[in-house]
């Protein structure tokens, strides 16, 4: 068969099969009386064989390997070509994305675009100083899509440019709640907590549904922040969680803080105080009958002021002294 017709037939260009054969991979049976190459059908299944092979993203090198060398084991190179290819995939998805945010900045031209890749490029730098001027920037006059904001604050170690990643976060849409809600669902309890930190910080109504999920996290680190962040916004939900915190001694003082600006009407104030007092019942160690008793000093009504008169004879002297003098600081008020 000519060159030709076995160009035809396996779909390779006479191009490519004198490469081949300079190359050694193919090796015509010899020409016929006006000079052309001729390929026997041996000829044919190799050259199928190595576009099999050449499609599955080995070398030509690679393919004379595999189809010479009687010694040559694939799994060795079929576990490289399995990597190389995860790499690859990574390095286009990176591209898909970064294109997708391009496109969801809407830039006019040129000159936006190449600004936004440059404001993306500094949101991965490796300098904490160059991704806070990012975040600065992308808060005020370099519009960034909100979803490569919040896989910065997510990601982010350095609490410094997180809070600037936050606060550019807070001022980029409405996408932010949905994104943010995602990452509570990430195996990382890091990630969590930096998510519930930056729905703390946005404006809008649609985060408090989130931070309410948040309170059912397996992870104190993450309930607790989302507890504080829901009594900021006066949801009487997070009353459960910041008593715990009380207890447990975590953030004690900010919680008893939310616990008092909670206070505000009789009902929620009676149902701290009875919080407060049925912890009080089973707190066995003098610390966290403490701070127990500092958390009922701002609840109003006569339960709180009963429970810091008996502990104003508590056997610990720190609790009595400070119940005693919570008491006094009320009656004064």
Known sequence: MLIGDVARRSGVSTRMLRHYESLGLVRPDGRNESGYREYSDENIRRIFHIESLRSLGLSLREVARALDDPGFA????VDDLVRRTQERIAAETELL??????????????????????????????????????????????????????????????????????????????????????????GSALVRERAVRALAELPHAAASAPLRRALTDPAPEVRGPAALALAARGVTAAVPELLDMVVEGRGDTDAADALGALAHDPVTAGRIATGLVDRLDRAAIPPVRLRLAQALADIPGAEAAEALAALAHDADRAVALTAAHVLRLREEA
């Open 74 to 77: 694939p799994a060795a190179l």
């Open 97 to 186: 994305t970064r294109l997708r945010r391009i496109d969801a900045a809407e830039p006019a031209g040129w000159t936006d675009v190449l600004r936004t890749v440059a404001l993306l490029h500094e949101l991965g730098s490796a300098s904490p100083g160059a991704r806070q001027r990012a975040a600065l920037a992308a808060a005020e006059d370099r519009p960034v899509p909100a979803e490569a904001l919040v896989e910065a604050v997510l990601g982010e170690p350095d609490p410094h440019v997180a809070g600037a990643l936050r606060w550019a976060l807070a001022r980029s849409g409405q996408d932010a709640p949905a994104l943010l809600a995602e990452a509570l669902h990430a």
